[in-house]
């Protein structure tokens, strides 16, 4: 089972920030929280990952609270390519449990 | 790089025929995985291997099903005899060097079993 909790489904404003919620309260010490996206019908793709530390790329920043037990992705400037099924995953090796995931869909 | 390639990207097969799914992985990773999609049951691991062995199959449904990977550029998943409720997307992934954390997906073969 997956270790992490999602809300179903998210709206946001192309433009606007996309802040996408996950919750993972059993994490333990050695586990890394990742995220993925779906877009339709393609494989998924690596978006970022972090341990403790906030963590920032290209594409988006993880902020992650100091117990670990949440986190949250941002995407800061939405677009409608951004419109997929974001996956939030906690593990310490590569052994991933993919949960539903976020649907988001970005409205123009 | 051209990516994790799979082949075919679409399979039509009936009940009780074998099927085979291909897998190249991108040069240098090595790790491999093998993932299966359905509306019911979401994304699953089914399987990884390292350096051409496998690690973890304890995804793999049943004995139907195997997987192998006889070098570091090439792995096959095979169903024998499939079954309607085999019907799903099957995703490859691959990543490394070592532990690398950026699994790189494939396009995945959508299989239907009439």
């Known amino acids: 089972d997956a270790k992490t909790t999602q809300p179903p489904s998210m709206d946001c404003a192309e433009g606007r920030a996309a802040n996408l919620p996950c919750n993972h309260s059993?994490?333990?010490?050695?586990?890394?929280v990742y995220w993925y996206r779906q877009i339709h019908s393609q494989g998924p793709q690596y978006i970022i990952h972090g341990l403790k530390n906030n963590e920032t790329n290209e594409m988006a920043s993880l902020i992650i609270t100091e117990d670990r037990k949440s986190s949250t992705l941002i995407l800061p400037h939405a677009t409608l390519r951004d419109t997929a099924v974001y996956y939030c995953i906690v593990d310490y090796g590569q052994n991933f449990v993919f949960g539903p995931g976020t649907r988001l869909s970005v409205l123009p | 790089d051209a990516g994790v390639i799979q082949s075919p990207r679409h399979e039509v097969t009936e009940m009780g025929q074998e099927v085979t799914l291909r897998c190249k992985p991108i040069s240098g990773h090595d790790y491999l995985f093998w993932y299966r999609q359905t509306m019911m049951r979401g994304l699953e691991l089914l399987i990884y291997f390292n350096n051409n062995v496998p690690i973890d199959d304890s995804g793999m449904p049943e004995d139907r099903f195997s997987a192998k990977m006889p070098n570091a550029s090439f792995s096959t998943l095979k169903i024998q005899p499939s079954e309607p409720r085999d019907s799903a997307v099957y995703f490859c992934?691959?990543?490394?060097?070592?532990?690398?954390?950026?699994?790189?997906f494939g396009p995945g073969t959508r299989l239907t079993v009439t």
């Open positions: 059993t994490i333990s010490g050695n586990e890394y």
């Open positions: 992934a691959s990543s490394g060097p070592g532990d690398s954390y950026e699994q790189y």
